[in-house]
């Protein structure tokens, strides 16, 4: 074993102390060495401190920083900073990552100069699922290349969890850190800035690399009504990206236009139906009606739309 951080594992941790052990053990038994682990405690009131310090003084190469409490961005964002590895693998607190990750990923980006981010599969676990070894694999595009390969598929939805991928950490200086103002999605909107730099993403399909989600009542995921809000904040924020992209003078403007008309079909689909199921429902038909104006499928709009309705009314019934 070196001393030299190739990568920098980043572990945000609020009150997931009961996950930590397991998470840090995945990391531990990486066939891949040469990292660093920091853990950045974003003021957790249980004893995530206690249960770093107790595999700091079994491991050198796992470090821990503590912060006041201020988010999952600002968390890893101040990972990076004290990061000193040339590549930034993020992995959350109470998630995992198969132990031929690190090797086969640094081996890859080793080899291939021109890519910048290489990502692999997506399994889901539950705790009791995790001790059988038995894991639900998560549908993705399997997409690599340019913006103009990945683009089409991260703008219909995130295609990656932020633990699959491992990249340069020197994309961060060009890019910019996550935006802390964002309290979920801030990884997708990390990726659009990310692809739009004209860097080169791959996937790569090898054994032992997936990044495993596990699957509870606590996770952030679970709360649909704020991850929604986000999304629509994260669409906002493309449209943006997109313009600045287009007004440039080199670029695939026809597909950026194409991208960003379809974006535009989301920002209107995504609010007609959180109104519809949250909010005012004549405005939730209004902007329905105008995202069915851009997809000409007014009949699958309508039934999406009534299908959200419908569960508002299910709700406000119970």
Known sequence: MTNAAVVSIIIPCYNYAQFLPETLDCVINQTFENWECIVVDDGSKD???????????????????????????????????????????????DDLIEKGKLEKHVEFLKNNKSVKLVYGPIKHFTKENNRKGIYTRREIPEVSGGYTSVLPYLVEDNIFLVSAPLFHKSIVQEIGEFDIALRSLEDWDFWFRFILSDAVFQYLKADETA?????????????????????????????????????QQHGNHELLKKIRKTNDFFIFKDKGLFDLRFKNILSGFYYTARASFISLKPWKETYDGLYWLKDRIKYALK
């Not at 995530?48 to 050198?60: H, L, P």
């Not at 704020?226 to 994260?234: G, N, Y």
């Open 211 to 247: 990044t495993l989600i596990r699957s509870h009542d606590v996770n952030m995921s679970s709360n649909h009504r704020r991850m929604w809000e986000a999304k629509r904040t994260v669409r906002h924020k493309l449209k943006g990206y997109l313009d600045e992209k287009i007004l």
């Open 47 to 93: 004893n995530s401190s206690e249960v770093v310090k107790q595999y700091r003084a079994r491991d050198n190469r796992i470090k821990y920083v503590y912060q006041e409490n201020q988010g999952l961005s600002a968390s890893r964002n101040t990972g990076i900073r004290h990061s000193v590895g040339f590549y930034i693998q993020l992995l959350d607190a």
